[in-house]
């Protein structure tokens, strides 16, 4: 049946400003598109018109109102596993420690596959996120699992299959040989997963062609996925110009000795891409694009996916949002769950709004070396020691003899906030609860031995 919603409306058709409308009737037929907003008061013609009945009406109360859906332009399915640990990690070394060993399982087991994808679902609709473009694994049935649960659960989303590139550059870097596919089998197992998700026929579900990054993708395999990219019309994403452990990686690779920067080799790839039929090539990150790779994106009218929150870990570099737009990039937000820990898009927009308020001082002590930042060891202590000598107490701010029992219970594994998963450490459960928990996590307060 049609949908009818009365109440207040805030959406944001120009960038920078808000527009708020109270006491407005939303008419949406049976196929989910809006066909009328209409002022309240013309309630009773507006239902005349769309066959609805006043009791069909949703009247929202006074505090209520409606907001379109988020859409998280970047985020890693498999990682959310662990997302809110190893948060102190640098990219290279965290892929190799957990992201390829996690992602491998994802094939080993598939139930655990099926739990994971599963909550992630379930926890990203509870956070308000209608659209997402997804990174899969490499291997082709779990990939397939997230398609299915996605249908079942009616989000929106393009989904992608993420291949790697066996031989010199992983075994020489460490990372697993198990975890790698050959050409052909990449190409092959990326064109079965675009048929997989297209025999469903749905609009709201597209697979996305997905080279993980430049270090994991020979330029045969980026060629192939080009010509599939045409041959389907369908989206592409990818990586670029992520930190600087990346950028060095790349520039060891055989084919950046021909001078070619990353946008470029993408784009001689042909997945630089722009559609009008489905989203265009998104490339998280690129907090290091050159200002000509800006241009050449930007002419090619693909996106980059700001991860504002990831960004604060792995680039060590604040993305220059605004002056981006204005030199006509198109620019979207992502979580990029789990290289950011919080899996929710309210989060990504504050730390997108914290971030470009540091832009400035990010820049100055770029150009005096280290930043000296703080990990979530650090926070803590500030929160609890830090904070007691701050204010001259020495008897709280540890659980140590002699202390004050001022302390909480905390209860990780109540599923609140987040979700725990088997393969977490007591300490890394500790390090999640400080990036994801929330109040519903803290069952019991203490002060001084009583409870309060
Ligand atoms: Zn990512």
């Given at each position: 049946p049609p949908l009818f919603v009365r109440g207040t409306l805030v959406h944001t058709p120009v960038r920078g400003e808000v527009e708020l409308l109270p006491d407005q009737l939303v008419a949406v037929d049976e196929a989910g598109t809006i066909t009328a907003v209409v002022p309240g008061s013309q309630e009773a013609a507006c239902l005349a018109a769309h066959a609805g009945r006043p009791e069909d009406v949703l009247r929202l109360e006074a505090n209520q109102f409606l907001l379109p859906g988020f859409c998280d332009t970047h985020i890693h399915a498999s990682q959310y596993s662990y997302a809110g640990t190893a948060t102190d990690t640098p990219l290279m070394a965290w892929l190799t420690k957990y992201t390829f060993p996690t992602e491998a399982r994802f094939a080993a087991d598939p139930s655990f596959a099926r739990r994971v994808y599963s909550r992630l679902i379930c926890r990203?609709?509870?956070?308000?996120?209608?659209?997402?473009l997804f990174f899969a694994t490499l291997h082709l049935e779990p990939c397939q699992l997230l398609a299915d649960l996605l249908e079942e659960a009616g989000m929106r989303a393009f989904v992608g299959k993420a291949r790697l590139r066996g031989g010199v550059s992983m075994d020489r870097h460490g990372g697993p040989d198990l975890y790698v596919e050959s050409t052909e089998q990449a190409a092959a197992s990326a064109e079965a997963f675009i048929r997989y998700v297209r025999a469903k026929q749905l609009p709201r579900l597209e697979p996305a062609l997905t080279p993980r990054f430049l270090p994991t993708c020979t330029p045969v395999l980026l060629r192939a996925l080009g010509e599939l990219a045409v041959r389907y019309d369908v989206a592409v994403q990818s990586h670029i110009r992520e930190s600087y452990d990346e950028v060095e990686?790349?520039?060891?690779?055989?084919e950046a000795g021909q001078g070619a920067s990353e946008a470029e080799m993408f784009d001689a790839a042909g997945l630089l891409t722009s559609k009008a039929s489905?989203?265009?090539?998104?490339?998280?990150?690129?907090?290091?694009?050159?200002?000509?790779?800006v241009a050449l994106m930007a002419a090619r009218g693909s996106a980059v996916a700001h991860c504002p929150l990831s960004n604060a870990f792995f680039a060590d570099v604040v993305l220059p949002v605004a002056q981006l737009l204005r030199r006509g990039?198109?620019?979207?937000?992502?979580?990029?769950?789990?290289?950011?820990?919080?899996?929710?898009m309210l989060g990504a927009q504050r730390a997108a709004v914290v971030a470009s308020r540091a832009l400035p001082l990010a820049l100055r002590l770029q150009q005096e070396g280290d930043p000296d930042s703080l990990s979530w060891r650090?926070?803590?202590?500030?929160?609890?020691?830090?904070?007691?000598?701050?204010l001259g107490l020495d008897r709280v701010g540890t659980l140590a003899p002699g202390q004050q029992f001022d302390a909480l219970l905390v209860d990780g594994g109540c599923g609140a906030a987040y979700d725990l998963f088997p393969q977490s450490s007591p300490l890394e459960q500790v390090e999640k609860f400080l990036c994801c928990g929330d109040d519903r996590h803290i069952v019991q307060v203490w002060v001084q031995g009583r409870p309060i």
């Open positions: 990203m609709v509870a956070c308000g996120t209608t659209t997402a990686f790349v520039g060891q690779l055989e489905c989203c265009s090539a998104v490339f998280a990150h690129g907090v290091l694009l050159s200002d000509a790779e990039l198109k620019v979207g937000l992502g979580t990029d769950v789990a290289g950011g820990y919080d899996i929710s650090d926070a803590l202590w500030l929160a609890t020691v830090g904070g007691a000598r701050a």
